[in-house]
């Protein structure tokens, strides 16, 4: 049997999915979490064969918790299920240790097929979304200009996100310029907004 644990913060998809993976006969459903940090409480407590998970979600995304699963070197592969046809996404799951990325109209033929191919040791993304990634480039943000620009999102001042971010204003500033000038925004909220729509956030 592969054992699954599945994180998904609509409960209703989240059911849905679960049930369609029970009716394989080869998959059990040994955990279910409705936000990143409980996924990865269940990973560790259960090891499961895959972690089927969504990108955005409270708390960790599922780009976090696979990145801290690889971290970790647990023998759990992640299987990315979204909405979020955005290929900086896809780029950021594959250098978190993703294996798996497919979107939330595949038939679940597709699905249970990408999870065995995952669970073999192969990888499953979805062909399209494949080309785009190609196609759009790499993320020109650091690792800091993100966490800044996510904390901007929220409407936070500098003064704000350097306490957050153990930085002083001023580098929280230098930080959220130069992602603006990256991505050719005229501000940190046009920024956003440009990292947003990329999957780079």
């Given at each position: 049997m592969i054992r699954i644990v599945i994180a998904e913060d609509q409960a209703m998809v989240m059911g849905a999915i679960a049930s369609l993976l029970t009716l394989e006969g080869d998959m059990t459903i040994v955990g279910r979490a409705l936000d990143g940090d409980t996924?990865?409480?269940?990973?560790?407590?259960y090891m499961p064969d895959i972690l089927l998970t969504d990108i955005e979600m409270p708390g960790r995304s599922g780009i976090d918790v696979a990145a801290a699963l690889s971290a970790e070197h647990l023998s759990t592969r992640v299987v990315i299920v979204t909405t979020f046809a955005r290929p900086g996404y896809l780029a950021r799951a594959r250098a978190a240790g993703v294996r798996g990325y497919l979107l939330k109209d595949t038939p679940v033929e597709r699905l249970a097929t990408a999870i065995r191919t995952v669970r073999g040791g192969g990888r499953a993304i979805d062909a399209d979304l494949a080309a785009e990634a190609?196609?759009?480039?790499p993320d020109p943000l650091t690792d800091r200009e993100r966490d800044a620009l996510r904390l901007a999102e929220e409407g936070l001042p500098n003064r704000e996100i350097g306490l957050r971010l153990s930085l002083s204003p001023g580098t929280v500033r230098n930080y959220l310029s130069e992602a603006a000038a990256k991505l050719g925004a005229?501000?940190?909220?046009?920024a956003g907004r440009i990292a947003r729509a990329n999957g780079w956030l």
């Open positions: 996924a990865l409480a269940l990973v560790r407590e190609w196609e759009a480039g005229a501000n940190r909220i046009e």
